[in-house]
């Protein structure tokens, strides 16, 4: 009884926030709103195995599938959650999303039959600041409901990317070629879930889905947080 009026006079004066609009949460709601849940840009790309995310691959890698949760839209709903996500500490919402987007995803062939999940690694200085790698709490998420390991001693890092910005998309992956690499896993991984968080041009994932290939894992399933056209 206590607890609960301690519970309620915490909540009056600290009220937990919806982390897509940022209004406070009424009782039975977590994380988000029920307007922000129900208005969510779900991509539903799980449902087409031709979506433009896996369009994206086509030609320059294989992947068995490739998926993310929502379209990232600049100035939409999407963009605060991911800044919440990335620059404000806020770890809890990766876990989150990446729950919500597996009890989608643990109806079908590819994910249930996932042995492991894989994350593409955070910059060490990025990692360092942040304080955790938001692609990786994402996969923590999706973990707990699939119930397979997150591991990470598998893709690793090898040197800094160049800046980015302002480059064409084959420019970039010159300058990125040759920054992962995967090491050989102890066990026989076969089946594996890949996860980036907002996903633009794919460079990055068709370089680690290339090194993850070269030591025999031979489906690799893409998901992603958000998806940017
Ligand atoms: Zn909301």
């Not at 809890?92 to 990446?98: H, N, R, S």
């Not at 079908?108 to 994350?119: C, G, S």
């Not at 690793?156 to 070629?177: G, L, M, P, Y």
């Amino acid at each position: 009884m206590i607890a609960t009026y301690l519970k309620d006079f915490v909540q009056l004066i600290f009220p937990e926030l919806c982390h897509s609009c940022g209004n406070s949460l009424v009782d039975g709601e977590q994380h988000f709103c029920t307007t922000c849940l129900y208005e969510l840009p779900y991509t539903q790309f799980h449902l087409d195995a031709e979506n433009k995310l896996a369009k994206q691959f086509w030609g320059r890698v294989h992947v068995k599938s490739a998926v993310a949760f929502l379209y990232f839209t600049k100035g939409g709903k999407v963009q605060n959650i991911m800044h919440q996500l990335k620059y404000n500490k806020q770890p809890q919402i990766g876990v989150e999303l990446g729950r919500m987007y597996a009890k989608e995803l643990r109806n079908h062939d590819h994910y249930q039959k996932a042995e492991a999940i894989i994350t593409v690694p955070l910059h060490p200085e990025k990692l360092k600041k942040r304080g955790y790698n938001q692609s990786e709490q994402f996969a923590l998420g999706l973990a707990e409901v699939l119930e397979i390991p997150v591991l990470n001693d598998i893709l690793f890092r090898v040197k800094s990317a160049e800046s980015q910005t302002s480059k064409s998309r084959d420019q970039r992956f010159d300058n990125i070629e040759a920054v992962f690499e995967a090491k050989t896993p102890n066990s026989t991984l076969k089946k594996v879930i890949l996860v980036d968080d907002t996903i633009t041009t794919g460079a990055t994932l068709e370089i680690c889905a290339i090194a993850l290939q070269n030591i025999g894992i031979a489906e690799i399933n893409i998901v992603g947080i958000a998806f940017t056209e």
